[in-house]
Nanobody, 126 residues
Framework: VQLQASGGGLVQAGAFLRLSCAAS????????MGWFRQAPGKEREFVAT????????DYADSVKGRFTISRDNAKNTVYLQMNNLKSEDTAIYYC????????????????????WGQGTQVTVSS
């Protein structure tokens, strides 16, 4: 599967952005999807994940209450709504697909993911 992330940009603190990740292929609904981010000089970190049907979601503590992951299987797209952005959210955001999950499962570890998008830059100015 190929993943194409978009929606990043430069915003001020407190603003919002919605990232999108479009996937190719016909089995998108069987992929656990996730978002990760990597800030300059730091390791890639987990942000959010969502199960096949969107019934289960998990978030990093740092984004809980501000970010929402969702998916539209009819459009082969996963989204990350990011509200009340902070300067520490500045990073390249990557979407990823795990094709070894099961119904209702989510994946937090980056090693669980098999496919990665190219990343989209999010910059939050304070």
């Amino acid at each position: 599967v190929q993943l194409q992330a978009s929606g990043g940009g430069l915003v001020q603190a407190g603003a919002f952005l919605r990232l999108s990740c479009a996937a190719s292929g016909t089995t998108f609904c069987r992929y656990v999807m996730g978002w990760f981010r990597q800030a300059p000089g730091k390791e890639r970190e987990f942000v959010a994940t969502i199960s096949w049907a969107g019934t289960r979601r998990d978030y990093a503590d740092s984004v809980k209450g501000r970010f929402t992951i969702s998916r539209d299987n009819a459009k082969n797209t996963v989204y990350l709504q990011m509200n009340n952005l902070k300067s520490e959210d500045t990073a390249i955001y990557y979407c990823a697909a795990d094709d070894n999950g099961v119904a209702g499962s989510v994946s937090v570890g980056s090693t669980r993911y098999d496919y990665w998008g190219q990343g989209t830059q999010v910059t939050v100015s304070s």
